[in-house]
């Protein structure tokens, strides 16, 4: 007989809410990855922005700054992007950030073999199952994700002012700035999304026989 116990959603955000509470250390461990390769991403590309900000000054001497500070500026051109070095250690740090969550979501699942085989006696459709999971990755992305922004952000800023002193508060781009934060939250809850899938659907095939009888 099919099972047919299915929770509410705001329900399903309640479990994964206390799973993480119960399980906060863990969590933590498996967010500050996240936080880390967030806050380089936001740290590339606010950079970038704060230096694109001074390049549009039009003033000769920050110009000549931020050529010593290493950005490449094409003569007769107004735009500063990320360089290919940058680029290939940004998406190395998301690739390690993402197989550090699929990693700590397996382990996850192993320690709680024994919950999810009791959910699953219980009545638990296997898209229950994948959706607790998937709401808990959620959550701790956007968390992951908000606290890495702004530390991005801070960070980018205290280098921007260290380099080129208050001309940098001066010409502060917060347009630019709020949509590189908002491109590395959303990449960050994307990949904590992503880094979660196949633990999920792992755990949600599990038999619940299987799940029961491991031993903890």
């Known amino acids: ?30 967010t500050m990855s996240l936080v880390l390769a967030v806050a380089f991403l936001c740290y590339i590309r606010v950079g970038n922005d704060l230096a694109q900000g001074l390049l549009l000054s039009g003033e000769p001497v920050l110009e000549q700054k931020l050529v010593h500070a ?3 500026i094409i003569p007769g051109s107004d735009h500063i992007g990320a360089s290919a070095k940058q680029r290939w250690i940004v998406f190395l740090s998301l690739l390690v950030c993402v197989v550090g969550i699929i990693n700590a979501q397996l382990m996850s ?11 699953k006696c219980l009545g638990a459709l296997d898209r229950y199952i994948v959706r607790l999971f998937v709401l808990e990755a ?20 205290m280098t921007s002012l260290l380099r080129f002193g208050f001309s940098a508060l001066a ?3 917060f347009t630019e700035i709020l ?8 990449t960050g809850t994307v990949l904590s999304f992503l880094g979660v899938l196949y633990p999920a659907l792992l755990a949600a ?7 029961m009888r491991v031993e903890q």
């Open 1 to 30: 007989m099919r099972r047919l116990v299915a929770l509410p959603l705001r329900k399903s955000i309640e479990m994964a809410y206390q799973s993480i509470r119960v399980r906060f250390f863990r969590s933590l461990v498996t």
């Open 70 to 72: 290493g950005f490449d």
């Open 109 to 119: 699942v192993t320690e709680r073999f024994r919950e999810i085989g009791t959910l």
């Open 138 to 157: 959620t959550m701790q992305g956007l968390a992951g994700s908000l606290a890495g922004a702004m530390l991005g952000v801070i960070t980018a800023t």
């Open 171 to 173: 010409y502060y781009p």
């Open 179 to 186: 949509y590189s934060g908002g491109i590395a939250i959303l």
């Open 205 to 211: 095939r599990m038999q619940p026989v299987e799940a």
